[in-house]
């Protein structure tokens, strides 16, 4: 393997990383190793294995087959490969989402679910033509749950929340032939078209992909997030920490893995519970730490402050600490590897959801009816494993960093447009004047082909230093929380000093934690009433804005690069999405698709040149808006090329 220092920037990561290296102790930087090296076609999209003529493979550079046995060329089969991976995204967002709001249901009939944010269960019914006057909340919340039931069997139509999208925007989607209609449908159409004998034209394919993407964005993730929302409460700015060194030496550590907030809110609640709190004390631990792993992290974090362990890529090592006394995991972003790797511990992994099965876990099915319950049997399992925890070989990093967490749609008004003036004008404001050059969101995984967390970091430090404020969700807020980046004085330390000015005017860092993946759909919100305030444009494409995945890995971060792209966000990716073997498609997505959407993907590894590629498309955007360059000198001077490059 690599040294530890060139696996991680983190040094939480680093020091576990020698830990783990000296218990003899393979992980996925190892894995990753031995896969070297991986399958050329696979990686340039030229392989199918969509039916049993094949497996078929082009060979995109040399003399080779240049089409499958049924004819399909490189074109075709990279499109439909892409198409499935967009399909298998957008599911996985928008399933979570049907699990949300089933759980609403369950709230408005009496469970242990309750709608704990009723102004935005309101404010959501009024946008939704639900009845609200003398109405119970357990009334309304039934109607809202119905009708984002109705979402995804929905037939014909558009979905509810494209209307939230600027009208011109609304317009582009509908001329376009990409309005989703319903988010199942959307699913269906696209699985179907990628058959074999099925959509040939590697356009078509990508038209109907762009739709089932934009039913995620603006249909299964939104309605994840709003849903989320009503029933946990909005999130609002609070204080935390997070890295392996949030992990408690003398208490029952239990770490929460996954996507579903459903679960985890369940389990603070369980891990507050005074006579289990009680029972832990009474095996020796002095009281009960919950943190989390990835989304669901995120997720507990942005609405309770509980601290994050940490991002995709420390999952392992978490358990290598020796000091957890159960992962307890539900959907999205578990590696299986898990199970091997907690038989050398005394961590138990239970897995929750009866989507997800992992090797070596102990099962206990999370049903939403009897939640508080089966959260509390978690609870107890955890407490019992832990007089099994080996003290000797506990080794948990002493470092963790604070962050502010919890921005949202809603409390951004607040926040950059003052508390007594809750509007979009001074952020819109703060951009026409150039004190706030534009803003990026800047999203993601881990991957272990990148640094990690380095992509995160490089490409963030270099936008705020160029007074571009930026929005963060994922993997990504963790590692810029771990690096310092969430908490105001990194704006004095990063920031140009136009934004360090507007951060230190209202107390906000220069990096805003938005939330989870699902929560990607705040920041359309907050593009879309950046328009609606008016003064940057009419269209979502007209901002001075961009979005970055600097480390992706998932399919869901497929789902969201082609949302982004056809909400007209140019999106620079740290690696390239597997088509390059493709070269028509390929020319399609890194340019001809701007035509249509305003957005555009390009690729860049370096994240220096990747975020003067965002602050290069920020500035044309600026001029096109005949607004003023930035109001202060930057210390770094924009790169001269206006071309971005090509994902090619
Ligand atoms: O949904 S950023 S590694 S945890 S896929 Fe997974 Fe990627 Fe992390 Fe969350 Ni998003």
């Known amino acids: ?105 369950l709230a408005a009939e009496g469970s242990d679910y309750i709608v704990k944010d009723v102004r935005k269960l309101r404010t959501l019914a009024e946008e939704w033509d639900i009845e609200t006057a003398e109405r119970s909340t357990e009334d309304i919340a039934h109607d809202v749950a119905e009708a984002a039931l109705g979402q995804f069997g929905q037939q014909r139509g558009e979905l509810r929340f494209t209307a939230r999208a600027p009208e011109e925007t609304q317009q582009v989607w509908r001329d376009a032939g990409v309005m989703p209609r319903g988010i199942d449908r959307e699913m269906v159409d696209l699985m179907h078209r990628t058959h074999v004998g099925g959509d040939s034209d590697y356009k078509s394919i990508m038209k109907s992909g762009i739709r089932a993407a934009l039913a995620d964005g603006w249909g299964g993730s939104m309605i994840a997030t709003e849903l989320q929302d009503i029933l946990f409460k909005t999130p609002m700015w609070l204080r935390s920490r997070t890295n392996l060194g949030v992990l408690k030496r003398d208490q029952v550590n239990i770490v929460v893995h996954g996507h579903e907030p459903v679960l985890s809110e369940m389990l603070v609640a369980a891990t507050q519970d005074k006579e289990l709190i009680a029972l832990a004390k009474s095996v020796g631990a002095k009281g009960i730490a919950l943190s989390g792993i ?118 951004i008004f607040t926040f950059l447009g003052g508390r007594y003036r809750p509007s979009y004008r001074p952020l819109n404001d703060a951009i026409i004047t150039g004190r706030l050059r534009g803003a990026a969101a800047v999203v993601g995984c881990n991957n272990p082909r990148h640094q990690h967390d380095s992509g995160h970091l490089g490409i963030t430090k270099e936008l705020l230093a160029n007074d571009v404020l930026v929005l963060t969700t994922g993997c990504t807020a963790i590692a810029d929380a771990k690096a310092g980046l969430l908490c105001p004085e990194a704006a004095e330390k990063y920031a140009g000093k136009g934004l360090q000015e507007i951060c230190r005017a209202v107390g906000i860092p220069p990096v805003l934690h938005m939330g989870a993946c699902v929560d990607i759909s705040r920041v359309l919100v907050i593009l879309s009433n950046i328009i609606a305030e008016g003064g940057l444009g009419t269209r979502l494409s007209d901002i001075p804005a961009a979005a970055a995945a600097p480390e992706w890995m998932s399919e869901k971060a497929v789902a969201i690069g082609f949302y982004a792209v056809a909400s007209g966000c140019y999106t620079v990716l740290g690696e390239p999405l597997p088509i390059l073997g493709a070269p028509k498609l390929t020319e399609c997505l890194a340019d001809e698709i701007e035509e249509t959407f305003g957005g555009k993907f390009a690729v860049e590894s370096d994240p220096i040149e990747a975020a003067h590629l965002i602050i290069d498309h920020i500035d044309r955007k600026r001029t096109d808006l005949h607004l003023s360059g930035p109001m202060y000198d930057v210390p770094y001077a924009p790169k001269v090329s206006t071309e971005a490059k090509a994902a090619g």
């Open 1 to 105: 393997m690599k040294s530890s220092e060139n696996c991680s920037v983190d040094p939480a990561t680093v020091e576990m990383l020698k830990h783990a290296q000296s218990q003899d102790i393979s992980l996925v930087w190892d894995r990753y190793e031995a896969m070297q090296p991986q399958c050329g076609f696979g990686s340039l999209g030229v392989c199918c294995r969509n039916c049993t003529m094949g497996p078929c493979r082009i060979d995109p550079f040399g003399d080779g087959a240049q089409e499958g046995v049924c004819g399909a060329t490189a074109d075709i089969i990279a499109a439909r490969n892409l198409a499935r991976m967009i399909a298998c995204g957008s599911s996985a967002h928008s399933d979570h989402a049907r699990t949300v709001a089933e759980s609403l249901l």
């Open 294 to 411: 990835c989304c669901t992290a995120n997720e507990i974090l942005m609405r309770h402050g509980i601290p994050v362990a940490g991002n995709f890529l420390q999952q392992e090592l978490a358990i290598t600490t020796g000091a957890i006394e159960s992962m307890v995991v539900d959907i999205q972003c578990v590696l299986p590897a898990l199970g091997k790797l907690v038989d050398k511990y005394h961590t138990k992994l239970i897995s929750t959801s009866t989507k997800a099965n992992f090797p070596n876990s102990e099962h206990i099915d999370f049903h939403e009816t009897d939640a508080l319950n089966i959260a509390k049997q978690i609870v107890r399992k955890s407490i019992e494993n832990f007089p099994n925890r080996d003290k000797s070989r506990v080794m948990i990093p002493d470092i963790s960093s604070p962050l502010i967490a919890g921005f949202s749609a809603e409390n």
